[in-house]
């Protein structure tokens, strides 16, 4: 997994690619810790270069809610498809994360 992060309208918008399995998602929830312990609490992540996500990868996005919910954070996902957007349907993720077709309208959705 690569992971790249910018700053955007007062957001992270962090950009995957490649894998989030159990080998990526312990380097996936470090950055988000870091992030919002760093005083983060706004996020976009962008999954249009994500080809996989494992179950170990939903963890580390719950891990993620959970910590920004603490902090009264939010967050939206955004450019979800193929493989990625099916294990979200199984998985009912859709109904945990409020997600967006694109970075754009996921930054407006934080506003």
């Known amino acids: 997994m690569d992971l790249q992060t ?13 894998r989030l399995d159990a080998v990526t ?5 470090k950055k988000i810790r870091d992030l919002i312990e760093g005083g983060n609490i706004c996020f976009v992540v ?8 494992s ?6 996005l719950l891990v993620m809610a959970k910590l920004l919910n603490a ?9 979800i498809k193929g493989n ?18 694109s970075v754009a309208e996921a930054l407006a959705a934080l506003k």
């Open 6 to 18: 910018r700053t955007e309208n007062n957001a992270i918008v962090l950009t995957l690619s490649g």
């Open 25 to 29: 998602a312990p380097e996936y929830e």
């Open 46 to 53: 962008d999954f249009e270069q994500l080809d996989y996500i």
């Open 55 to 60: 179950s170990a990868g939903l963890r580390a």
């Open 71 to 79: 902090k009264g954070g939010r967050a939206c996902l955004a450019n």
């Open 84 to 101: 990625v957007q099916s294990v979200f349907d199984m998985s009912g993720f859709n109904a945990v994360f409020k997600i967006k077709d």
